[in-house]
Every structure is written in C-alpha cells, then in structure tokens.
C-alpha cells in the first residue's frame, strides 16, 4: 500500500512539473507572438538630421551600437544557453526586411515606441529611454543608418532557453513598448543633463530609488573616464556599463556630471 501511494505521489509531481514547463512553453510563446497596437510611425518631415550627430548618437549617446554592432550589420544581445539567443537585426540595406524596406515612420516608430511595422513588440529594444528623444535626434539616426554601406550577415535564429522563459514569465525580460503612453509627453530639454541620462538609459540604474547613485565624491575625470571605457579609477569594469564605440562628447559629459552631482545632493534626477 505504502509503495502504490509514493508511486502515485510521483506520478503526481512529474504531472505537476510538465503541466508547469507546457504553462511555461505556452505563456511565454504567445508573448513573443503578441501584436500590438498604438502610435502610428511619424515621418519627421519638419525634423533637423545630421549624419554626424547620428553618428554620435549610435554610437556613443543612445548606446544603438552594443546591440545592432559598430558597423550597423547586427549582433548578439544574448548568447547563452540557458537565457536564449537574441540578434540585434542588421539596419543596413543589406538586411531586406529592416533596412531596405523600413520607411523614416518604421524606424521612428521600432525606436520610439519598440514596435515593428506589423505591431510586432521588439524584446529588449530600450525604447522607455528612447520615447522622449528629440524629433531631430530621431532624425538624425535614421539619416546616419541610411547613410551606411549595405552589409550581408547571417542571422542565427531567435530561441529562449528555459531561464529565459522564466525571466520572460516574471518580467526580467521585457518589452518595453507594454510601459510606454501612446501619448508621449514632451521630452526632457536636449541641452540639459536629464537629457543624455535618460536616452543613455543611466536612469534605469541611477534614478532616484536606483540600486547604484552616483558617489558625490567622484570627479569629473573619473566620471568621464567610467563612461569611456565602463571601468572605475581602480581598472574594474562596472557591471552594464557598455563601452561607447566613440568617446562622449565634452559638452555631454559636463552636463552628465552636473545633472548627477546635482541628483546626489537633492536626491532626485529632477535636479538636473
């Protein structure tokens, strides 16, 4: 009688853990597969582009080259067996489904808003950061990707492994067009700190309740010298500190400083 039961019990559990991986499987692939609906592209018809501030900005300012590579042909954002394989698609003409075929309203759109031309939600794509940027900035990435040489790169398949699905499940892994308004407020002002801090995505980890604020002992050079190459003054790299393609630009990096030294005092990036 004994040994039926704890068969029975087995039988139980290994039912329980199958019926949770086919919950797993399940949920997690109708995520993926969601299309969403929202704010239409905008043409940016009345914007001011510059090649070379786009350039500045995919590089270095919007972070655009640590997942879609320097040469704008496409990278890994996540390799690992366990989470999943992520590519970060190539923009140039050389890709036929993105940079051959994306109008100036497709690329405001995946960059403001995370959302394909078809409504498809863009995993990991930091448009939260992106959603208050300048028309003309906007512009100005767009005119710098179309500017770029036409590149062929194979593209590995799209998979989530098993502690992918789980970080999907629980919101580790996310789409950020779920949290951005399909009425964007107006932007913070280009030439002020907040700025570059949000659009570098820095207020993801340096906001007001973020788990690592800026040190009021830090100078400005070893400020500068963290956002050049993601290390601190004792050679360590910091963890999620990408290293820009291009060193940051001097008017950037003062107002940066200032915007979070003023944060530390008053507590609150608003103080920029």
């Given amino acids: 009688m004994r040994k039926a039961l704890l068969v029975a019990a087995a039988g139980a559990l290994v039912l329980a853990v199958l019926a949770g991986v086919a919950y797993v499987y399940v949920t997690t ?17 009345k914007a001011r582009a510059s090649r070379d501030r ?4 995919y590089q270095t300012a919007a972070r655009c080259a640590a997942c879609h590579a320097r040469d704008l042909g496409g990278d890994f954002v996540l390799r ?3 989470v999943g394989t992520l590519w970060g698609p190539n923009l140039t003409r ?19 808003r995370g959302l394909r031309p078809d409504g498809m939600r863009l995993l990991m794509m930091p ?4 959603a208050a940027m300048s028309d003309d900035d906007v512009a100005s990435i767009i005119a710098y990707i179309r500017a770029a040489p036409a590149i062929e790169r194979p593209v590995p398949p799209f998979r989530l492994g098993v502690v992918g699905r ?46 690592a ?14 956002l050049d190459t993601g290390r601190d ?26 915007c979070f030294q003023s944060a530390v005092r008053s507590g609150s990036p608003a103080g920029c």
Avoid: K
């Fill in 166 to 211: 789980l970080m999907l499940l629980t919101g580790r892994l996310s789409f950020d067009s779920d949290r951005i308004p399909d009425t964007i407020p107006p932007g913070a002002d280009p030439s002020g700190g907040l700025y570059p801090a949000r659009i570098a995505g820095c207020l993801r980890c340096h906001g007001a309740t973020g788990p």
């Fill in 127 to 130: 448009s939260l950061d992106y």
């Fill in 233 to 258: 003054r004792n050679g360590r790299a910091i963890s999620d500190h990408a290293v820009p393609s291009r060193p940051w630009r001097d008017a950037d990096v003062d107002v940066l400083f200032h």
């Fill in 94 to 112: 050389g890709n036929p489904s993105v940079g051959a075929t994306y109008g100036t309203a497709d690329f405001e759109r995946a960059i403001r």
């Fill in 213 to 226: 604020p800026l040190p009021a002992s830090v100078d400005r050079g070893t400020f500068a010298t963290v």
């Fill in 54 to 57: 786009g350039e500045y900005l």
């Fill in 80 to 82: 690992s067996e366990l």
């Fill in 29 to 45: 692939r109708d995520a993926v597969q969601v299309r969403a609906t929202g704010r239409s592209g905008l043409a940016l018809t």
